[in-house]
């Protein structure tokens, strides 16, 4: 028994990292684009195979299919090398090689995306710098942003970061991480650990700061953590919830649920002064405000008219106006990034599914399967939506679906992942 | 007694010996000090009164019997009060009217259907209605305090009815 105990503790005192999201991808386009990568040329102090987190990234996304390393015609590391008649040969008109290299300041990826079709014409050429071996993962994700942009005509979101909350254990012995990794799962970093909940994370628009909520001596609050620094600030901790942050597309505010004044309504506070302005009062519960791309409303939860819809309201105030019918319930909405659609937790015949609701033409499509699924959140360049869900085992995994519901991964690991946020591309 | 202080010491000469407890660097902006409420020992059993006594009496014995009852349960999306919630905040009413010092927290739960802020409301939807229910009794406002964990901390872990039916509730915590 003091031994079992023992062995308990160890593990969940000494955890020193967080694992890595293990990936699996289902489902895929119809047709994906064929594309060969070729292992680029190493160097000695870059342990990464670059050229594969580049492939992973670009076959992930289910619009590519790579060529197997052990099927390709030959290894060129250089254009000059390339015989473009044995890729024709094989059916691949995209490839993709290069070399890395050491530099005055630290090291390179020197890439070039050749189209072998057009007799080895040029589509890209980079040399992209790190300053350490270390940065290799993400110049890697670069790169599959430039591959992907260029053959496909849409932004990449490769080169993204996810936040989400860890959770361990059961009772008083549970613990909770807030976690940022590579939006790949990999390059876990935990930012802040509790043994009380941690919920909500929310991204500012420079991907400099994370909004979050935690609880402490019997008090919820809402945190600002400043990634680059760890710097942690307390925006707000009154009595009652302080919940639900989302920040504005400029970055200056962040709309929250307090229900201090008398039960739960969605409020604007200005990260500068803390002014803080009421935007709903009404004695149902309203929560989950999340910001128009364009800053004019938001849409938030409210059960005001006896159960959990959809509302939306302008920035200024005002009536707000119900947005969802279909179904029992629907909660915890986010806009698309064009703003024509919102995403939101669908619930109807005891089934929690993610649903996608066209603005302009009212329609609902349900995307996943439930029976359990929430926090749903668009990627950025909204071709791809991220939600939690209850995986097989019981336990709570990340899931990604493509808009269109053909290309689906899952992201999971030991413990409960849960409330999933995709950080904005910064260019 | 003393095999539970020897294991309880092995443990710690373990732990820091082996080097489990390097983990400080991570940072900890809302770790609580305090151990999560309701597996904290009360430190107020007995009241005023009864702990003048060497030993408890057996009314005190009897009063700390019917408070060991201290959750309130709920029906589905609800915040009504059962017939037998009402009994559980019947009991704590009359210990907190009888000791005004003494103080509880309310602490309101969901199960895991629907959002996670959503339910957040949800539990303090429910925690304010035990809140009414004991001031309609005579509690003391100051006696009363209120916090929403929403489905953070379930009671029972499980996906089916019976495990959602043990979350969804408010636990009274004597602080």
């Known amino acids: 028994m003091s031994r079992k105990l023992l062995l308990l503790l160890c593990f969940v005192i000494a955890a020193p990292a ?66 473009h ?77 996810i936040a989400y909350v860890a959770a361990n254990g059961f009772g008083p012995a549970r613990s909770f991480q807030l976690v940022v990794s590579d939006a790949d799962g990999e390059a876990p970093r935990i930012v802040a650990t509790s043994r009380e909940p941690l919920m909500s994370p929310s991204w500012s628009p420079d991907r400099t700061k994370l909004a979050y909520v935690g609880y402490e001596r019997g008090r919820s609050a809402i945190y600002v953590h ?35 004044e008398n039960n739960p309504d969605i409020y604007v506070i200005d990260v500068a002064s803390n002014a803080r302005k009421r935007l709903t009062d009404h004695y149902g519960i309203d929560t989950e405000p999340s910001w128009s791309p364009d800053g004019s409303k938001l849409v938030f939860t409210s059960d005001r008219g006896g159960q959990p819809q959809v509302y939306e309201i302008s920035v200024g105030g005002g009536d707000p106006k119900r947005l969802t019918f279909e179904g029992k319930q629907n909660l915890r909405p986010s806009y698309s990034p064009d703003g024509q659609s919102i995403v939101v937790v669908n619930a109807d015949g005891g089934r929690y ?38 995986g097989r085992a019981g336990g709570a995994e990340l899931a990604t679906v493509s808009v269109d519901g053909r290309v689906r991964t899952r992201l999971r690991q030991a413990g409960d992942v849960r409330e999933p946020a995709w950080s904005p591309i910064v260019r | ?20 407890a390097s983990s400080k ?14 597996s904290a020992p ?49 009991r704590f009413a009359s210990y907190l009217s009888a000791n005004p010092a003494s103080r509880v927290r309310l602490e309101g739960h969901a199960d895991e259907r629907g959002s996670r802020e959503y339910n957040v409301g949800l539990g303090e939807r429910r925690a304010k209605s035990v809140e009414s229910a004991l001031l309609s009794k005579g509690v003391g406002q100051d006696q009363l305090s209120l916090l929403s964990y929403g489905e953070e901390r379930p009671a029972v872990p499980g996906h089916d009815e019976a495990a959602y039916a043990q979350n969804r509730r408010v636990q009274i915590i004597r602080q």
Not at chain 1, 41 to 58: G, M
Not at chain 1, 88 to 99: A, E, K
Not at chain 1, 248 to 258: E, I, M, R, Y
């Open chain 1, 18 to 83: 967080q694992a890595a999201l293990e990936v699996t991808v289902t489902g895929g386009d119809a047709a994906p684009l064929p594309i060969a990568l070729v292992q680029f040329a190493p160097n000695p102090d870059v342990p990464l195979d670059v050229a594969q987190v580049v492939e992973n990234d670009l076959v992930r996304s289910g619009r590519f299919k790579a060529l197997p390393r052990s099927s390709m015609p030959e290894r060129p590391t250089s254009p000059q090398q390339i015989n």
């Open chain 1, 85 to 161: 008649a044995s890729w024709r040969g094989v059916g691949i008109d995209n490839l993709v090689i290069g070399q890395i290299g050491k530099s005055a300041t630290g090291y390179y990826v020197r890439f070039f995306l050749l189209d072998t079709a057009g007799n080895g014409s040029q589509l890209l050429g980079y040399d992209l710098p790190a300053k350490s071996p270390d940065q290799m993962r993400t110049v890697a994700h670069q790169i599959a942003d430039l591959i992907y942009e260029k053959l496909l005509g849409i932004p990449g979101y490769f080169n993204t970061k």
């Open chain 1, 226 to 260: 400043t990634l680059a620094t760890g710097k942690v600030q307390r925006l707000v901790s009154e009595k009652g919830i302080n919940g639900s942050p989302s920040w504005s597309p400029d970055g200056s505010k962040l709309a929250v649920t307090l229900s201090f």
């Open chain 1, 353 to 390: 599914r993610i649903g996608l609701i066209n603005l302009a033409t009212g329609s609902l499509r349900i995307v996943s399967d439930g029976p359990q699924d929430e926090s749903p959140q668009f990627a950025p360049g909204g071709a791809v939506i991220i939600y939690a869900t209850q």
């Open chain 2, 1 to 20: 007694m003393s095999k539970n202080v020897l294991i309880a010491t092995m443990v710690v000469l373990a732990v820091a010996a082996s080097g489990c």
């Open chain 2, 25 to 38: 660097k991570k940072s900890t902006p809302t770790a609580a000090p305090e151990s999560y409420g309701s």
């Open chain 2, 42 to 90: 009360a430190t107020d059993v007995y009241g005023g009164a009864a702990q003048i006594g060497s030993s408890p009496s057996d009314s005190a014995i009897a009063a700390e019997r019917a408070l060991s009852n201290n959750v309130v349960y709920f029906e589905y999306d609800s915040s009504d009060i059962s017939a037998e919630g009402l009994e559980v905040v019947g």
